[in-house]
């Protein structure tokens, strides 16, 4: 990512900056005087550790870049611009923009001016923004070297830690900032959230108490305090030290929302809240107080995400209680509200539970039929994705596209109902992170594979701008070489693509052979001859890179000598990362089908455990409803008449046996009815 921006802004700038007029007569003369001196400086300490440094430094010396055009005026304007793409979501473009700010020689006079210092900030948001959080951070450290008095130190260092979470690299950020020594001490707050990454990294560790003992340190003024606290809890309740884990919990539950002083109110308080009166719930659960659980539970909102998981939870809370009827009505209104929330299975069997706990043995056995029925199916789909490498991809490619819609829109799962057992099975799939984050991975490979070529096209371009060693002087017609290498990385492309094409068809015949709308032996054919085509893609796709790396080694050598190294190195590294790319790419595929496969086996183990569950219950319900007519026979064999029974049999005295009863149909009067009662 940040070679592909690098490539697009030292391009911009050979072909637009040397053309920008000097500034004469404005109030950024005086600013803009020193400049030189410090291009030079920059040059000697910078251009060794920063390639765009380096860049700069040549093009300066080539006479591409006029130092003394740069102003505050200019700045000003060319920061406007940048934030305005960041506020459209044009993030790579914005990251760009950015880097001809603060990369540039134009600039080093102004290094001190906050609207720099605001384009530092900005830079590292954009690059975090697009992903790239590796060159995100590079460019926060920028800033975080002024030390905490500098105006952006303070948004730097919190959007740096939310990268460590972001990214669950809570000990590698960590080292980052505090290897940024200003001499000077660190505000509460960003020693808080120092303190959040010690305690989040030995949690991650399996070191609760080195964890308990960081977090404990935060302050309440921290925005990061309600997580620690939460976190707090979570280590005692896996300690077992439930009176204690309820005391933290209770310190983020018991708090009105409106109490700033206390709590530094973000995005995540309310989360962390919500997850807070589950916590207390569940605990009181474990402790036997199901009444206590029952009030937890109902402390969460309607318009939480955690809303289903109070319900199911309270129910088994009233089930455990033995009140029976509130847990039948809290399981309705679960399965009604939320029908394909990943917890329906385990509800329905609830409901089953229920109704045999109350002797209502018919209604039991029906509810383990329908969940049979509807359960089923999902298991034997189950079974196939757990066989078919190709079946369980196009699952979990649909179950990441509803994931990230979902994300984005907030909406509660479970809301609409499945028409399939494919519908089913992603209703009932939770997303592990780290497939997740595997996921995100890989399509960040394809997409720098992708732009990789075009990468590599835009060096040399550059290569070819400069080639003339006259100072001062572009070229603009492509050279034979560069005409050489498109073609050549033009071959490449057009390799690849068939060698994805070929993929996809393989996956189309074995999804249709899987379906049976294609024969077997003629699937099988099909799929035997387009491996080989793929092996044969493969092996043209090696010896056109070889050709196109030779046409690469010609186009960097017809470059300025000046930028001939530079331009020979990044070339290479742009076609080694062009490679390297589809390798990744498969080494993520295959760990993101290991993943994959690991869910589909836990879902299917669940689904069977549920399923077995529900044919014990049925056997339950028969055995409930013998016993029961046991019982009843039993009592009319001792003359006694089972209570349910009294009712009939009187009605039945009442009338001879030539004589039949018809129920009153007609309607009670309100003044008849009251006197009656």
């Not at 046991?630 to 003359?639: M, R, Y």
Request: glycine fraction near 6%; aromatic fraction near 8%; hydrophobic fraction near 45%.
């Amino acid at each position: 990512m940040k070679r592909a921006l690098a490539a697009a802004l030292v391009t911009v700038l050979a072909g637009s900056a040397y053309a920008t007029p000097p500034a004469s007569g404005t109030s950024g003369t005086a600013a803009t005087a020193t400049a030189p001196h410090a291009a030079a400086t920059a040059t000697a300490t910078d251009a060794s550790s920063d390639p765009l440094a380096a860049y700069f430094a040549q093009l300066e010396a080539m006479k591409l870049i006029d130092t003394s055009s740069g102003t505050i005026e200019t700045l000003r304007n060319e920061l406007q611009i940048a934030e305005n793409m960041l506020r459209d979501g044009a993030f790579a473009n914005a990251a760009v923009a950015l880097y001809g700010i603060v990369k540039s020689p134009r600039y080093d006079a102004l290094t001190e001016f906050v609207e720099y210092q605001n384009a530092e900030y900005d830079l590292g948001v954009a690059l975090a923004r697009s992903g790239s959080y590796g060159a995100a951070l590079d460019a926060l450290d920028a800033v975080l070297k002024r030390g905490p008095a500098a105006p952006y130190w303070g948004p730097a260092h919190r959007r740096a830690v939310d990268i460590a979470i972001e990214t669950r690299d809570y000990a590698g950020v960590l080292a980052r900032l505090e290897s940024q020594k200003s001499g000077d001490p660190i505000p509460p707050a960003a020693a808080g959230e120092r303190a959040y990454l010690r305690g989040r990294a030995a949690y991650e560790a399996g070191d609760f108490p080195a964890a308990e003992g960081q977090l404990v340190t935060i302050s309440k003024k921290s925005r990061l305090y309600s997580s620690a606290v939460y976190l707090r809890g979570v280590i005692r309740a896996r300690k077992g030290e439930l009176k204690e884990s309820a005391e933290a919990m209770c310190e983020i539950a018991g708090t009105p929302d409106a109490d700033k002083v206390t709590f530094v109110v973000d995005e995540r308080y309310f989360t962390i809240k919500d997850l807070a009166r589950l916590g207390l719930g569940r605990i009181a659960h474990e402790a036997g107080e199901y009444d206590d659980a029952y009030y937890h539970y109902f402390q969460i909102p309607d318009d939480s995400q955690y809303l289903p998981d109070a319900l199911f939870e309270a129910a088994w809370s009233m089930y455990q209680k033995r009140e029976l009827d509130t847990a039948r009505d809290l399981v309705k209104e679960f399965l009604k509200n939320f029908p394909t929330n990943p917890l329906w299975p385990e509800a329905s069997l609830l409901a089953g539970y229920i109704e045999l706990a109350d002797c209502k043995f018919d209604d039991s056995q029906k509810n383990y039929d329908s969940l049979v029925a509807r359960l089923q199916p999902i298991a034997d789909e189950l079974d196939k994705a757990r066989k078919d490498p190709a079946r369980r991809k196009d699952l979990f490619k649909t179950a990441l596209t509803r994931y990230r819609d979902e994300k984005a829109t907030g909406e509660v799962v479970g809301k609409t109902a499945a028409r399939s057992p494919d519908d089913e099975i992603l209703a009932l799939l939770r997303l592990d992170p780290r497939f997740v984050r595997t996921s995100d991975a890989i399509v960040g490979v394809h997409q720098l594979a992708g732009m990789s070529a075009n990468v590599i096209e835009t060096w040399e371009g550059l290569a070819k701008r400069v080639a003339d060693t006259k100072v001062g002087a572009v070229s603009a017609d492509p050279s034979a070489a560069q005409q050489a290498k498109v073609d050549a990385t033009a071959t490449v492309e057009d390799f690849r693509r068939l060698a994805d094409a070929v993929l996809d068809q393989q996956a189309q015949i074995a999804r249709a052979k899987r379906d049976g709308t294609m024969p077997a032996d003629e699937a099988d054919a099909e799929l035997a001859r387009l491996d080989s085509l793929h092996k044969k893609t493969v092996d043209a796709i090696a010896k056109a890179q070889a050709s196109a790396d030779a046409a690469a080694a010609q186009v960097s050598d017809s470059a300025a000598p000046s930028l001939r190294p530079l331009l020979a190195a990044d070339l290479a590294d742009a076609a080694r990362l062009q490679r390297a790319a589809a390798a990744l790419g498969d080494k993520l595929d295959k760990a993101g089908d290991v993943l994959a496969q690991q869910a589909v086996e836990a879902l299917y183990l669940d689904v069977r455990h549920v399923l077995d569950k529900a044919k014990l219950g049925k056997v339950d319900a028969v055995i409930g409803q013998k016993r029961k007519l046991d019982i009843q026979v039993s009592d009319l064999a001792q003359g006694r008449f089972p209570e349910e029974l009294v009712g009939k049999l009187w009605n039945a005295s009442l009338i001879g046996d030539d004589e039949e009863y018809w129920p009153f149909q007609g309607e009670y009067w309100a003044d008849e009815y009251e006197g009656y009662r």
